[in-house]
Structures are given as structure tokens and as C-alpha cells.
């Protein structure tokens, strides 16, 4: 195909601003990287941290978006694998050193000079990007462009929350049913578990939401579950559920923190944290949660909850995130599949 020499863009020019459509220059890959026609891309709750400021040493302007499918159209030197044609999925973890003693343990998650799709590396809320390849993926045919975007993050970074909640799992709270929620609930009742879901007081319809993924229990955020919860994971960015969670679950339980940003969290009584409870929080992902994550989605099958908008509509899409207007993800339909 014909690659043009510019594209639209939503842009972000400064933090707390709305996000500008431009028309900027298509970029050129470099050394290992492929070059992507994007069809569609997610808008998650770390584009709003972005734009809303929340997330320190933003390289302004930026292109938000770290949820992106789509199509390789161009190589750069390098790339011995990714063909022309092949469809691809691009996260939130963009580039890692390989030589830091964080790549050096196999903790690429955490390398200390790490960049990121969609926050320091310009991202997919445009007609193309360029990606590492070593940070695309192959995404299974089971699903098209807009069901596959959700799991690029909203499932990645839920389904590595739901790994660190340990062994011993059979209740699980989840606190914020929004996208990485309703994928992680759907593993969770796959496997055997049962799911209590935490939702802003009065929202029945996430509460609905929840239930009828299979949880057995919904309620507001400050509602005690009926029973105690063996692990909890947050995805809301609110400070004081992490007190509320250590007192729902069980001793020796574990409270997970899902988010890349959160409100400050208030004190609370060692007594709810004593008893072997642990409270870790959840950063970036690795290869292997998307290499296993999109292995076992066809299987159970996954299903993901989409709302489209259109590219010139991200605006809309995260002022509906930041208002909970949402049931599943938001999705940008950027191209034709």
C-alpha cells in the first residue's frame, strides 16, 4: 500500500488541556521497528491520568493511546519476524534497555529507562504509529480490531493484578468495575472463583454489569462483603479503598493496587494490615502476561464490552471515563478492518 506523507492525530499540547486534532507527519520506523496502520485504539484510565496531568515529566506534545491494533505496513532494519500485513497489538510498555538490573533479573517491567506507548512514546490515538517489536504482538483471530483493544491494557494490566493475588484464591474482590474489571471478573469465574464486585455507591448499573458476568456479590465501594475475601485488587485511582479493602479480606490475604496512579492513601490502623495481610501495588506488565493473556483469551472465551467513538471523538470518550459514564472500554475506530 501506498504510505501518505501526513496524518490525523489527536494531540495532546499541554496537560489539563482537551487533546487538538492535527495533522501531523506520518513517522518513519527505525532500527527494529515496524510501522502501523492503526485501526482502532483504547482509551484507558491512565490517557485521562495524561491529560489530566496526574503523571509526572509528560514530553509535550504527545500522541496519548497504548492500546493500539493494527496493521504493519513498513519495517524498519532489523525485523526479521513481522511481515507486511500482519496484525499487530501494541501496549503500554513500549522499550526496555535489556541492560539495567531490573532487565538483568527479568523484571523488564520495571527497567529504569523504560519508555511508554502513548506517554513518553507518541501513541495510537492517530492513523499510524511506529513500536518496537519486540513490544507487538500477535492477536488471536477470534477477536476483530475493537474487541481485541481492551485486552492490550485494560487486560494485560488486570490480568497481572490477578496473578499477584497468589495462591489459596477462591473469593476475590474487585473495587472499580470498569474495563480491566470486567475482563479479570471473567477469568476469575472461569477458573472457579467468586467475584464481589466494589462499584461507586448507587451504581446499579455497574453493579448489573458485574452480576451478570457472573459475580456472585455487587455493592458499593464501602459496602462490607458478605463473606471475607481471600485478595481484592483496586483499579479505581482512590486512596482510601486500600484501607477498606485490608479490612475485606482474611488474614494473610492480599490487596493489589492495579493502577499507575492514585490518590494519596489515608492512614490507617496497623491492625488491618497486621495478620500477614499484604498490600503491592501492580506496574507496567512484562511479555509474558500478553503472551499468556492472549493465549487463553479465545479459550475461555474472553469477552470484551466495547463502546466505539471515533478518532476526533477521544475528547468525549475520556470525559465519559472520567464522569464513570462507561460500561466496558472505550474504544477509538480508527480505520476499516
Known amino acids: 500500500m501506498t504510505i501518505p506523507e501526513e496524518m490525523v492525530a489527536m494531540v495532546l499540547p499541554e496537560t489539563r488541556r482537551p487533546l487538538e486534532r492535527r495533522t501531523v507527519a506520518v513517522p518513519t520506523p527505525g532500527y527494529g521497528e515496524v510501522l502501523l496502520r492503526i485501526t482502532a485504539c483504547g482509551v484507558c484510565r491512565t490517557d485521562l491520568h495524561l491529560v489530566d496531568g496526574e503523571l509526572p515529566d509528560v514530553p509535550l506534545p504527545i500522541i496519548p493511546g497504548h492500546q493500539i491494533v493494527g496493521t504493519v505496513v513498513a519495517r524498519g532494519d532489523g525485523v526479521p519476524d513481522l511481515r507486511q500485513g500482519t496484525r499487530i497489538g501494541v501496549p503500554w510498555l513500549g522499550w526496555t534497555c535489556g541492560s539495567c538490573r531490573y532487565c538483568l533479573m527479568g523484571r523488564e517491567n520495571l527497567c529504569d529507562q523504560a519508555r511508554f506507548t502513548g506517554y513518553t512514546l507518541n501513541g495510537g490515538f492517530a492513523q499510524y504509529a511506529v513500536a518496537d517489536q519486540r513490544y507487538c504482538f500477535t492477536l488471536p483471530d477470534h477477536y476483530d480490531d475493537m474487541a481485541a483493544a481492551p485486552l492490550l491494557c485494560a487486560g494485560l494490566i488486570g490480568y497481572r493484578s490477578y496473578r499477584m493475588c497468589g495462591d489459596g484464591l477462591d473469593r476475590l474482590g474487585i473495587y472499580g468495575f ?9 477469568i476469575a469465574v472461569h477458573q472457579g472463583r467468586d467475584v464481589y464486585a466494589f462499584t461507586r455507591s448507587g451504581d446499579v448499573a455497574a453493579q448489573d454489569f458485574a452480576l ?28 482510601p479503598l486500600v484501607p477498606a479493602a485490608l479490612q475485606a479480606v482474611r488474614k494473610g490475604g492480599t490487596v493489589v493496587c492495579g493502577g499507575i496512579h492514585m490518590s494519596d ?64 472500554a472505550a474504544v477509538l475506530r480508527i480505520g476499516t478492518e
Open 212 to 239: 451478570s458476568l457472573g459475580a456472585v456479590w455487587a455493592g458499593g465501594s464501602n459496602d462490607r462483603p458478605p463473606e471475607e475475601l481471600d485478595a481484592a485488587i483496586i483499579f479505581a485511582p482512590v486512596g
Open 178 to 186: 470498569g474495563a480491566a474489571a470486567h475482563i479479570v471478573a471473567q
Open 265 to 328: 492513601i489515608p492512614s490507617f490502623p496497623y491492625s488491618i494490615l497486621w495478620g500477614e495481610r499484604s498490600l503491592v501495588s501492580v506496574a507496567n506488565l512484562e511479555r509474558r502476561d500478553a503472551e499468556e493473556l492472549l493465549a487463553i483469551a479465545p479459550e475461555i472465551p474472553l469477552r470484551t464490552e466495547v463502546e466505539p467513538f471515533m478518532l476526533e471523538d477521544a475528547n468525549e470518550a475520556l470525559s465519559r471515563l472520567r464522569d464513570g459514564r462507561l460500561t466496558g
